[in-house]
T-cell receptor, first 110, second 112 residues
Framework: EDKVVQSPLSLVVHEGDTVTLNCSYEVTNFRSLLWYKQEKKAPTFLFMLTSSGIEKKSGRLSSILDKKELSSILNITATQTGDSAIYLC??????????FGKGTSLLVTP | NAGVTQTPKFQVLKTGQSMTLQCAQDMNHEYMSWYRQDPGMGLRLIHYSVGAGITDQGEVPNGYNVSRSTTEDFPLRLLSAAPSQTSVYFCASLAPITDTQYFGPGTRLTVL
């Protein structure tokens, strides 16, 4: 059975801290791994990773895939209260469907 | 370009009632899907479609029907609502060039 596991499930940090969110997967026919940010509405797309070792970066957020370890990390530096959200990791298999992890709930306190 | 739209935003049903959640996209995407999101469970795939006239089941299809008569629309039907179907429902479509899914705003459904 295909599985996507995120850790930690929840996290509380202070503004300015750096956080690392983890996503590991056990799937057949891996095609890509995606990260989404979800506030009180629909998930919004952050990154798509297909190749191992290549970092994707957008402002204070970055992500990298390790195909050997079957995992990915999402880093957020200099966190702000606006980063508070649920971060979802999803793996796309051979078709088009996404297999989601349960998410990491991040709270950034002032 | 409205992206992916869903109606209604909120709905309350009684057990046994039926209803249709509407989803439409104006980006000419072939692939569309429906997910439900429950607390602590992430998003789970209900049904998906790879084009007009073609649909298939996802992880949790029981109690739901779909059809895809046009590229734009992908409605989700609840045949006989049950309290276990209380959830937030998201429709999504796939952008073929970037290979990423874009989500609608969601429908919060409560079944009493």
């Amino acid at each position: 059975e295909d599985k996507v596991v995120q850790s930690p499930l929840s996290l509380v940090v202070h503004e300015g801290d750096t956080v690392t969110l983890n996503c590991s997967y056990e799937v057949t026919n891996f095609r890509s791994l995606l990260w989404y940010k979800q506030e009180k509405k629909a998930p919004t797309f952050l990154f798509m990773l297909t190749s191992s070792g290549i970092e994707k970066k957008s402002g204070r957020l970055s992500s990298i895939l390790d195909k050997k370890e079957l995992s990915s990390i999402l880093n957020i530096t200099a966190t702000q209260t606006g980063d508070s959200a649920i971060y979802l990791c999803a793996v796309r298999l051979s078709g088009y469907a996404l297999n989601f992890g349960k998410g990491t709930s991040l709270l950034v306190t002032p | 370009n409205a992206g992916v739209t869903q109606t209604p935003k909120f709905q309350v049903l009684k057990t046994g009632q039926s209803m249709t959640l509407q989803c439409a996209q104006d980006m000419n995407h072939e692939y569309m899907s429906w997910y439900r999101q429950d607390p602590g469970m992430g998003l789970r795939l209900i049904h998906y479609s790879v084009g007009a006239g073609i649909t298939d089941q996802g992880e949790v299809p029981n109690g739901y029907n779909v059809s895809r008569s046009t590229t734009e629309d992908f409605p989700l039907r609840l045949l006989s609502a049950a309290p276990s179907q209380t959830s937030v429902y998201f429709c999504a479509s796939l952008a073929p060039i970037t290979d990423t899914q874009y989500f609608g705003p969601g429908t919060r459904l409560t079944v009493l």
